[in-house]
């Protein structure tokens, strides 16, 4: 995948941020959960050249059976890279790693709060100009908002300022899954309820309705569109 100028400039800070964590001399693991095959293919190369298939039993077994957080941090940014340019499973591995970031990342160095939300705006501009991804727009939103927690109203009004394809189709998968959402009362979602079904969602999937590249593109938008307006005749 291409990555963008900002993506690239983010990946370079989280990198910088995350520097003074070096690998330690060993690592303590669950001999019953993780090989010494697959300690040595963590420890077998620089860090930014670590393959997703050598890190993939890391990304399993992060903290809770290999190691400590402070070797989780050592890792995070290649980590990172590896999901948002999908080599590393998404699907698997992203909630689960960005889980242990969750747990304790207000309490982080200044300097790695910030390359934190660098990246996870990176990623979020990558998955809006991307389509399909492995880590879907509402996993993104969880992350964002439930995860770290951090103010969702921006991402939105990014979201709707991306006049593409791309975007309205995240819009349209989401507009058919979230019907099947179950209801939440936290600020966020209740935000995010709001803006789904306001005129700006409707916007961005009628401009890109009538600029489809493919008539089955058109049916998606064209599908998420009746659902919108169901939601406004109640």
Same mark, same amino acid.
């Given at each position: 995948?291409?990555? +963008?100028?900002?993506?690239?400039?983010?990946?370079?800070?989280?990198?910088?941020?995350?520097?003074?964590?070096?690998?330690?001399?060993?690592?303590?693991?669950? *001999?019953?959960?993780? +090989?010494?095959?697959?300690?040595?293919?963590?420890?077998?190369?620089? #860090?930014?050249?670590?393959?997703?298939?050598?890190? *993939?039993?890391?990304?399993?077994?992060?903290?809770?059976?290999?190691?400590?957080?402070?070797?989780?941090?050592?890792? #995070?940014?290649?980590? #990172?890279?590896?999901?948002?340019?999908?080599?590393?499973?998404?699907?698997?591995?992203?909630? +689960?790693?960005?889980?242990?970031?969750?747990?304790?990342?207000?309490?982080?160095?200044?300097?790695?709060?910030?390359?934190?939300? !660098?990246?996870?705006?990176? =990623?979020?501009?990558?998955?809006?100009?991307?389509?399909?991804?492995?880590?879907?727009?509402?996993?993104?939103?969880?992350?964002?908002? *439930?995860?770290?927690?951090?103010?969702?109203?921006?991402?939105?009004?990014? =979201?709707?300022?991306?006049?593409?394809?791309?975007?309205?189709?995240?819009?349209?998968?989401?507009?058919?899954?979230?019907?099947? %959402?179950?209801?939440?009362?936290?600020? =966020?979602?209740?935000?995010?309820?709001?803006?789904?079904?306001?005129?700006? %969602?409707?916007?961005?999937?009628?401009?890109?309705?009538?600029?489809?590249?493919?008539?089955?593109? !058109?049916?998606?938008?064209?599908? !998420?569109?009746?659902?919108?307006?169901?939601?406004?005749?109640?």
């Amino acid at each position: 995948m291409d990555t +963008s100028p900002d993506l690239d400039r983010a990946l370079d800070a989280l990198y910088a941020a995350f520097s003074p964590y070096p690998l330690p001399a060993r690592t303590d693991v669950c *001999d019953h959960c993780v +090989s010494p095959a697959s300690v040595q293919a963590a420890r077998a190369a620089p #860090l930014r050249m670590l393959t997703a298939s050598a890190l *993939d039993a890391y990304a399993w077994n992060a903290v809770s059976t290999w190691g400590d957080i402070d070797e989780f941090k050592h890792y #995070l940014p290649r980590l #990172l890279e590896l999901l948002i340019l999908e080599e590393l499973d998404g699907y698997l591995h992203a909630e +689960s790693l960005m889980g242990w970031v969750d747990v304790a990342w207000r309490s982080w160095r200044q300097v790695e709060q910030e390359a934190i939300v !660098a990246v996870v705006r990176a =990623w979020w501009q990558v998955t809006l100009n991307h389509y399909p991804r492995d880590v879907d727009v509402m996993t993104m939103i969880e992350i964002i908002a *439930d995860g770290l927690e951090l103010d969702l109203a921006p991402h939105l009004a990014e =979201w709707a300022s991306h006049n593409t394809e791309t975007a309205a189709r995240h819009l349209a998968w989401l507009v058919r899954d979230f019907t099947m %959402s179950v209801a939440d009362d936290t600020g =966020w979602y209740m935000l995010l309820d709001g803006w789904i079904r306001g005129p700006a %969602s409707a916007e961005i999937l009628e401009t890109a309705f009538f600029s489809a590249s493919s008539p089955e593109v !058109a049916q998606e938008l064209s599908d !998420a569109l009746e659902i919108h307006r169901v939601w406004n005749r109640r």
